[in-house]
């Protein structure tokens, strides 16, 4: 069969972060007002007071201090908080091509490879800017490559069932080189309002070249791909198409990111660290013998615990890099930013294992060692 690697990856972040003072000090300001606005009815009982949010409180609940995001002003304007994005007419390559293309340019310079050596663009992403044309299509024309291009979405777990899903073409031969991009605006299905979620996300793009051993020396060679599906409410978004159907208004707030944190924490740890420990063990392979674990980035004592689990004892950040406290949870990109940042120093025959796991719930897992 087929050897295939990840020869390269790369990374596109904006340029414009938000701490978590700037976000509380905004959202404070957002409940006072409504609050004040809606003070007549808030003392009659018909509607609750919102509670003000703490910068304290996000750090110790999740390890993120801070968040990337492509529109800061319009995430911080109280009376607004929702990222503007200026509409662009369809000749102009749209934002989330946009991002996409940035992060695979790095990818594919990095490999130094040529357009004309890739034969496929995959977009994995959480959410697509429009259903068609295809956004990996609009990438695929942007970076001028040949071949074919489709978009898939498994959330948070976007990019390593698109890691697989390249895989499988390279080893099928269908293409001999694969491009799987994630871009991740994030900020704009999240209700920066809702004091229980505000913090969670941040944008980014992610991109990883997937292609034949055979092309050339180094990258990490892919040892397998484990996918698992488990149907859950727990992470969930009614954005969608039919909405324009419904006869009554649509609920926004149905129509954004919402989760029941805790629920998510307590059911998808486990099963992490049972389909890493099972995947491995498949490989013949244990955790005791990986030298780094690139894990999903939502939550820090979630991966922490996901590690204990694995290695009977607390992980080193050298062992489970966290990039989250910089770049906040940013959906399917967050395990492939980890890898991308922590990986230069590993040597030939290290074994790591990149895993994403969200809505769904959907886990994925792929185990690689260094060239
Ligand atoms: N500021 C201050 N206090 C807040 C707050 C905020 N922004 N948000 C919630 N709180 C309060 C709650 O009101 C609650 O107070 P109470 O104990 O008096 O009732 C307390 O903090 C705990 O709230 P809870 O929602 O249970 O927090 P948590 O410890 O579960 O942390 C998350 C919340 C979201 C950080 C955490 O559940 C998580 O990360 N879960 C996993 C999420 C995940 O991986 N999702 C996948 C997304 S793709």
Redesign the pocket.
Known sequence: MTDVVIRATGLFTPSQTISNEELVAAFNTYVARYNAEHAARIAAGEIAALVE??AE??EK??GIKQRYVLDKAGVLDPARMYPRFAPRPDDALSLEAEIGVAAAREALARAGRDVADVDAVICAASNMQRPYPAMAVEIQHALGIKGFAFDMNVA?SSATFGIEQAANAVRSGSARSVLVVNPEICSAHLEWRD??????FGDVATAILVERADMGDGGWAILGTKLATSFSNN?RNNAGFLNRCEDTPADARDKLFR?E??K??KE?CPMAAEHIGTHLAALGRTPAGVRRFWLHQ??LS?NQLIARRLLERDATFDEAPVILDQYA?T?SAGSIIAFHLNHEDLTEGDLGVICSF??GYSIGSVVIQRR
């Open positions: 949010s703490s409180f996000i609940a999740s948070c004091r229980d979620c505000h913090f969670i992470i989760q944190g805790r998510v924490f998808v939502a939550n979630m949870n959906a969200g809505a």
